[in-house]
T-cell receptor
Framework: DTGVSQDPRHKITKRGQNVTFRCDPI?????LYWYRQTLGQGPEFLTY????????KSRLLSDRFSAERPKGSFSTLEIQRTEQGDSAMYLC????????????FGQGTRLTVV | GESVGLHLPTLSVQEGDNSIINCAYS??????FIWYKQESGKGPQFIID?????DKRQGQRVTVLLNKTVKHLSLQIAATQPGDSAVYFC??????????????FGTGTRLQVTL
């Protein structure tokens, strides 16, 4: 399978704990995006990378959130001191550099904060 | 703020009929649009895209129409099948303008295919 891969698929954590998610994009794609999706809503943009550079962060990305893509390949999204409001599906997508190309999404990581 | 939205939250269609899912957008600077299909528990799946220099684009059983005058986008699915049941999102991308290249999604339309 050469699509976008996310791990884990599901994560249940207690409030206040830190969690980290991983995304492996399609190998030849140099852009990688993180989105968050809550039930019944469309995905909301969080941040994106072009190679290893983080080029934009949404205001949704509070200081408890941090994303990295150290070698321009896989990316991690960490949430510190999780809150119940962080419960959502976290989606990763990748694309070629040009904005006018389709973005392919992974299956997402479902986070539940209890 | 400017956003992408949908007219109908739920659409019920009989198997074999054609489906039309509508979307309104308000950002006149948008130059690229994508339709995604999302099944329960899965990530969005690309269906078809269209650039602002086009009015119509066809794929396999799907057609996207773009009316820039009224900022309206539609997805037509021919001969709807049970496997088409999902939530459909339109998304807007402002293209490679040198600023952020990201998708802005609407809230989605649920398509229910009845037998």
């Amino acid at each position: 399978d050469t699509g976008v891969s996310q791990d884990p698929r599901h994560k249940i954590t207690k409030r206040g704990q830190n969690v980290t998610f991983r995304c492996d994009p399609i190998s030849e794609h140099n852009r990688l995006y993180w989105y968050r999706q809550t039930l019944g809503q469309g995905p909301e943009f969080l941040t994106y990378f072009q190679n290893e550079a983080q080029l934009e962060k949404s205001r949704l990305l509070s200081d408890r959130f941090s994303a990295e893509r150290p070698k321009g390949s896989f990316s991690t999204l960490e949430i510190q001191r999780t809150e119940q409001g962080d419960s959502a599906m976290y989606l990763c997508a990748s694309s070629f550099q040009s904005g006018d190309t389709e973005a392919f999404f992974g299956q997402g990581t479902r986070l539940t904060v209890v | 703020g400017e956003s992408v939205g949908l007219h109908l939250p739920t659409l019920s269609v009989q198997e074999g009929d054609n489906s039309i899912i509508n979307c309104a957008y308000s950002n006149s600077a948008s130059d690229y649009f994508i339709w995604y299909k999302q099944e329960s528990g899965k990530g969005p799946q690309f269906i078809i895209d269209i650039r602002s220099n086009m009015d119509k684009r066809q794929g396999q059983r799907v057609t996207v129409l773009l009316n820039k005058t009224v900022k309206h986008l539609s997805l037509q699915i021919a001969a709807t099948q049970p496997g088409d049941s999902a939530v459909y999102f339109c998304a807007e991308n402002r293209g490679n303008t040198g600023t952020a290249s990201k998708l802005t999604f609407g809230t989605g339309t649920r398509l229910q295919v009845t037998l």
